[in-house]
């Protein structure tokens, strides 16, 4: 069956630290993946996006890394802030062409002062 | 200036009655999408529909309908509800032929007593 799990459901870090978050799929062949941030009450909001000939795709404090033989992606955020606390959302498509984005469980990242 | 807005952010109703959420983005896009969001925080898709026509349904119930006036709006219609029903109703729109990235509304959250 296809998944797509994000392996910590809770992750606490101390600010200034890196945040490293993962996100593994089965059973689909994106051909790119996308990371959203969702806070409590909103909707999702889009970071970044990787595409699958890519290795690793910047913005400011954040990395992303696209694995498509582990079918893996790792989201950094460096010099992590009690602001970047939130649920980060990787998302990929089905390459049907109807942009049908799948989600993940979603990772509920802390910054703690 | 809200780009995708969906109304209402509340709904509180009993078991059997018919209940709509309206959406509506003024992003110019060509897609928008239904997505349900249950209390374990997974983020489903249930419909996208694309220049009024439905290119993706998702294995939801018949009690759900979309119904597309024009590009703009994409409103979801509920018929007998049920327990199950419960949770967030996210609308989203991306643009037809770009990277995917899609732009959400700040979701409606249903209960049904």
């Known amino acids: 069956s296809q998944k797509i799990e994000q392996n910590s459901e809770a992750l606490n870090i101390q600010e200034g630290k890196t945040a490293t978050l993962t996100c593994n799929y089965t059973n689909y062949s994106p051909a790119y993946l996308q990371w959203y941030r969702q806070d409590p009450g909103r909707g999702p909001v889009f970071l970044l996006l990787i595409r699958e000939n890519e290795k690793e795709k910047r913005k400011e404090r954040l990395k992303v890394t696209f694995d498509t033989t582990l079918k893996q992606s790792l989201f950094h955020i460096t010099a992590s802030q009690p602001a970047d606390s939130a649920t980060y959302l990787c998302a990929l498509d089905d390459q049907t062409g109807a942009n049908n984005l799948f989600f993940g469980t979603g990772t509920r990242l802390t910054v703690i002062p | 200036d809200t780009a995708v807005s969906q109304t209402p952010k509340y709904l509180v109703t009993q078991m059997g009655n018919d209940k709509s959420i309206k959406c509506e983005q003024n992003?110019?896009?060509?897609?928008m999408y239904w997505y349900k969001q249950d209390s374990k925080k997974f983020l489903k898709i249930m419909f996208s529909y694309n220049n009024k026509e439905l290119i993706i349904n998702e294995t939801v119930p018949n009690r759900f309908s979309p119904k597309s006036p024009d590009k703009a709006h994409l409103n979801l219609h509920i018929n007998s509800l049920e327990l199950g029903d419960s949770a967030v109703y996210f609308c989203?729109?991306?643009?037809?032929?770009?990277?995917?990235?899609?732009?959400f509304g700040e979701g409606s959250r249903l209960t049904v007593l």
């Open positions: 989203a729109s991306s643009k037809q032929g770009s990277t995917g990235e899609l732009f």
């Open positions: 992003l110019g896009h060509d897609t």
